[in-house]
């Protein structure tokens, strides 16, 4: 893996994509141990067994200096001995201009549409491996299906194919993301399917020396949980898709209980700003914690300063039926958050996300909506975000509130008044 890493490297700086062309494998945007894993090793599949001199290049989409906040990413290259630098990171490469330069191919890892804002690649996709609902039209070149973790998908197609190319190492990188993504293949969880039980039980017959199973969930889920030191929109980062159509939707999946979130000093500051810098309207938050006999606790909140926007999706959710998510209130003392328990533990994001986006489709189409569009002038709410406490801010946002008024202006009123 790390000869290949490096040669990755090489072919990012030296290929303008228009020569011999580019073949990517794009993992997904929250960049989680399965959308990495998946990544990685299916670029290795494919540079071992397409016939092209093509290069084959995992691309990780997020920014690097992002990783650090994927502590059990981090964790899990460390115990396999690879740097973060050996990685190909999304803001280390131009895909829209390999593209316009006719040799880029994409392949899809952990999702199978583009998010809006790279739809203009959509023309490049040639494949697509992924284990969430599908959202394309079905071909011979896409395979999804609705298992545990991405990375069952990958193991499956190399031991049909070419199983010589599996080695410790790359074992041990599959291994955990379906370890991980499963929750250590506890039927109570609602994750693990069959077919999960089954890739891990080969690799566990093909490679007796892989870690002991437990031992490696509580490793990468302490990894995962461990949210030292990262402020909220850190936090949020973390692990986030986002979802768009006349609205643009966040969701994050928190590693702390919801109660104690809210309970974050200047937290709709925190929540008005994230949303102003990254263009979204409303942020649905969903925690997930586990008790003590690591059974899973979810709970959910939905955040717009759009008192419209945030109804209308709360409202969604309650009625949500494919699946229900048995939702029941708890108390938000913050005006801009509406705060719920999750009956449903095992709808988990992957669940959630159909939802979301059912809600934008419906929305879209159903003009007595409304709009509701983040920051829209409401009877009942305040039309700006509370500024942020020791931010640094190009005036006060209540500097937009009344209309600048000129000494010409002035003068001009003083004159009719005397007439």
């Known amino acids: ?125 040639v494949a697509v491996i992924d284990h969430h609902q599908l959202e394309r039209s079905p071909s011979p070149s896409v395979t999804v299906e609705t298992v545990g973790s991405c990375a069952t998908l990958v193991t499956e197609r190399i031991i049909q194919n070419a199983p010589e190319i599996l080695d410790q190492q790359i074992a041990h990188m599959l291994y955990a993301a379906i370890v991980l993504d499963c929750v250590d293949l506890s039927p109570s969880a609602g994750k693990v399917t069959p077919k999960d039980a089954h890739i891990v039980s080969e690799l566990e017959l093909r490679f007796p020396s892989l870690p002991q199973r437990g031992a490696l969930f509580k490793q990468l889920q302490d990894a995962k949980f461990d949210v030292t030191g990262l402020n909220t929109e850190q936090m949020l980062l973390k692990d986030m898709k986002s979802v768009s ?95 719920y328990q999750q009956g449903n533990v095992v709808a988990s994001r992957k669940k959630l996300l159909p939802i979301v986006k059912d809600f934008l489709k419906r929305r879209d189409l159903d003009g007595c909506l409304g709009n509701g569009r983040l920051g829209d002038t409401e009877e009942e709410e305040d039309s700006f975000p509370p500024t942020p406490s020791n931010s640094l801010v190009d005036g006060c946002p209540l500097d937009r509130g009344l209309p600048h008024i000129s000494q010409s202006d002035l003068e001009e009123k003083f004159s009719k008044m005397k007439q």
């Not at 990012?12 to 141990?33: F, M, P, Q, R, T």
């Not at 593209?99 to 203009?120: C, I």
Request: glycine share 4%.
């Open 1 to 125: 893996m790390e000869e290949f890493l490096s040669n990755c490297q090489r072919a990012v700086k030296v290929s303008s994509g228009e020569a011999s062309g580019v073949h990517v494998v794009l993992g997904n945007e929250a960049c989680d141990v399965d959308s990495m894993v998946s990544a990685l090793v299916y670029a290795f599949y494919l540079s071992k067994t397409s016939h092209t001199d093509s290069p084959v290049i995992p691309v990780l989409n997020i920014r690097a200096c992002e990783l650090c906040l994927r502590s059990d990413n981090v964790f899990l290259l460390r115990s396999l001995g690879l740097s973060p630098e050996q990685l190909v990171f999304r803001d280390q490469l131009d895909l829209k201009a390999w593209q316009r330069g006719g040799g880029l191919r994409v392949t899809l890892v952990d999702h199978n549409v583009l998010p809006s804002s790279d739809s203009d690649l959509e023309c490049s996709v």
């Open 245 to 339: 159509g006349t609205l643009s939707i966040a969701v994050s999946v928190l590693y702390v209980t919801l109660e104690d979130f809210l309970q974050t000093s200047d937290l709709e500051a925190d929540l008005s700003s994230f949303c102003l810098k990254f263009g979204f309207d409303s942020l649905v938050l969903m925690s997930i914690s586990f008790s003590e006999t690591q059974e899973p606790i979810r709970s959910l909140g939905v955040f717009s300063l759009s008192s419209v926007c945030r109804d209308q999706l709360s409202q969604h959710l309650e009625q949500a039926s494919d699946p229900a998510l048995k939702l029941c209130p708890i108390e938000s003392r913050h005006r801009h958050i509406t705060a």
